[in-house]
T-cell receptor
Framework: GQQLNQSPQSMFIQEGEDVSMNCTSS?????WLWYKQDPGEGPVLLIA?????ELTSNGRLTAQFGITRKDSFLNISASIPSDVGIYFC?????????????FGTGTRLTIIP | DVKVTQSSRYLVKRTGEKVFLECVQD?????MFWYRQDPGLGLRLIYF???????EKGDIPEGYSVSREKKERFSLILESASTNQTSMYLC????????????FGPGTRLTVL
């Protein structure tokens, strides 16, 4: 099956720094999603994107649906300790209503004291 | 509060054993999914189910089977566990017809010796 490539694979930052990560695919997606997994828990949905070029915010998080439909970006501003975890992108292709998602390889975020 | 529970957080089995991983959701969701999570590979879909007694193969079904006898319960079965099936297993559920949120359980970390 297809896979999404996320980068970077891991990030080590200091509290207060901004974070950027992205996800690329060899095929087109019609929905892009960003999930976060806290240590010891399952992933939780952060942001959903439905249109090429769409920019959506959720608090300090901002995500964009790439114009080509083959990529998506997530930014976190002014990071705090609870941002630690693994961030996954996920994409869905047609037909709408097909619940299958393809997940990215993940970006592990660590905050250095 | 929505909830997906998995029968065990940690499980240790021996090569060749038959292993059952159980997942229960209390949201009356029709769709249920089994993923495995491995470092650097993200989440990969093993099997999913759109309804009771229905199942479809995901991207990596080899070595696994599933059972869905009741709407709230989705079981993953390893007929003869092998060491390469050591992984984190995540169950998820969602509403049908285009709802994006998949709700995940906390995961079962399976070690096959």
């Amino acid at each position: 099956g297809q896979q999404l490539n996320q980068s970077p694979q891991s990030m080590f930052i200091q509290e207060g720094e901004d974070v950027s990560m992205n996800c690329t695919s060899s095929s087109i997606f019609n929905t892009w999603l960003w999930y976060k997994q806290d240590p010891g828990e399952g992933p939780v949905l952060l942001i959903a994107l439905y249109k090429a070029g769409e920019l959506t915010s959720n608090g300090r998080l901002t995500a964009q649906f790439g114009i080509t439909r083959k990529d998506s970006f997530l930014n976190i501003s002014a990071s705090i300790p609870s941002d630690v975890g693994i961030y996954f992108c996920a994409g869905r292709t047609y037909p709408f209503g097909n619940e299958k998602l393809t997940f990215g390889t993940g970006t592990r975020l660590t905050i250095i004291p | 509060d929505v909830k997906v529970t998995q029968s065990s957080r940690y499980l240790v089995k021996r090569t060749g054993e038959k292993v059952f991983l159980e997942c229960v959701q209390d949201m009356d969701h029709e769709n249920m999914f089994w993923y495995r999570q491995d470092p650097g590979l993200g989440l990969r879909l093993i099997y999913f189910s759109y309804d009771v007694k229905m199942k479809e193969k995901g991207d990596i079904p080899e070595g696994y089977s599933v059972s869905r006898e009741k709407k709230e319960r989705f079981s993953l079965i390893l007929e003869s566990a092998s060491t390469n099936q050591t992984s984190m297993y995540l169950c998820a559920s969602s509403q049908p017809r285009g709802t994006d949120t998949q709700y995940f359980g906390p995961g079962t970390r399976l070690t096959v010796l």
